[in-house]
């Protein structure tokens, strides 16, 4: 897969700080701990109660997520060479 750059400033989106990346991935998190549990009945951790490699991999699809989403909002995608 080819690395890409998108740059956020032409998005009509807030910007991505860190805080607001982990926002989403803990709220991503959150929902889908509660659909799964609800369709398995299981008893999900809480986001505080994961381990630091499953937090970074849920921030790591929030940025990827956020990302997707600038662009769609106008964001710029430069190629990485």
């Not at 999900?44 to 769609?72: C, H, M, N, P, V």
Request: net charge positive.
């Amino acid at each position: 897969m080819r690395a890409r750059r998108v740059d956020h400033r032409t998005a009509q989106i807030p910007k991505p700080t860190k805080r607001l990346i982990e926002s989403v991935g803990r709220a991503c998190y959150g929902g889908f701990a509660a659909s799964l549990g609800l369709s398995l009945d299981l008893n999900l951790l809480d986001w505080d109660e994961i381990g630091s490699i499953q937090k970074q991999a849920w921030i790591d699809a929030a940025r990827a997520s956020f990302a997707t989403i600038s662009i769609a909002g106008g964001a710029e995608v430069h190629q990485i060479d």
